[in-house]
């Protein structure tokens, strides 16, 4: 199948890390990408990783990958008020079976209290 | 460099009428995608152009169709609007991923069509 799954909702306070699960399906050639969504807004792009990688860190940001277990992590250090959003796992396919678009996960909605 | 620009900002129709969604890339960008956001529906894969043909179609119906022009920008139109096409409308572009590897898709803010 095409899924890419996330859990639906996480609440943290200010200040504390945040950590955003994803799960896809496949398995060899796939770039693995985080988007966030503001309310009324468009997708903005966060982070991506290939699939031959296992870490990859961009300032507050750290993404996790456990090939085995077709399992991507988000974690959002000293996590902000202004981090409140909707955050989308997304999926790409290249090489032979290169159709172009992205698969994306339902969206975990981030909510930061005071 | 400006983003992926799309207009208009808010579309509302009535039931049966025709709508059409613009969208220009990202300078130097060849493809283009389209994704429809629907309440309780997710990101869904519409379209994908690359250097002016639909390279790939997701599972709408042929009453949503585009093109791409010359200077890589792109139209989505929607005709017979239904009800249930009430979303909003994404376009993404980046590098053509057959000659350029695997490059990141970067969003439009989107179209937000209701049908009334």
């Known amino acids: 199948g095409e899924d890419v799954e996330q859990s639906l909702f996480l609440s943290v306070r200010e200040g504390d890390s945040s950590v955003i699960n994803c799960t896809y399906t496949?398995?060899?050639?796939?770039?693995l990408y985080w988007y966030k969504q503001e309310p009324g807004a468009g997708l903005q792009l966060l982070t991506y990783?290939?699939?031959?990688?296992d870490m990859k860190q961009d300032q507050r940001l750290t993404v996790l990958l456990n090939k085995k277990d077709k399992h991507l992590s988000l974690r959002i250090a000293d996590t902000q008020t202004g981090d409140s959003a909707i955050y989308f796992c997304?999926?790409?396919?290249?090489?032979?079976?290169?159709?172009?678009?992205?698969?994306f996960g339902q969206g975990t909605t981030l909510q930061v209290k005071p | 460099e400006a983003g992926v620009t799309q207009s208009p900002t808010h579309l509302i129709k009535t039931r049966g009428q025709q709508a059409t969604l613009r969208c220009s890339p990202i300078?130097?960008?060849?493809?283009v995608y389209w994704y429809q956001q629907a309440l309780g529906l997710g990101l869904q894969f519409l379209l994908w152009?690359?250097?002016?043909?639909?390279?790939n179609r997701g599972n709408f119906p042929p009453r949503f169709s585009g093109r791409q022009f010359p200077n890589y920008s792109s139209e989505l139109n929607v005709n017979a609007l239904e009800l249930e096409d009430s979303a909003l409308y994404l376009c993404?572009?980046?590098?053509?991923?057959?000659?350029?590897?695997?490059?990141?898709?970067?969003f439009g803010d989107g179209t937000r069509l209701s049908i009334l």
């Open positions: 300078s130097g960008h060849t493809s």
């Open positions: 997304a999926e790409s396919r290249f090489g032979s079976s290169n159709t172009g678009k992205l698969i």
């Open positions: 993404a572009s980046h590098n053509s991923p057959r000659y350029r590897g695997n490059q990141p898709q970067h």
């Open positions: 496949d398995s060899s050639s796939t770039y």
């Open positions: 990783i290939f699939s031959n990688m």
């Open positions: 152009y690359d250097e002016g043909e639909e390279r």
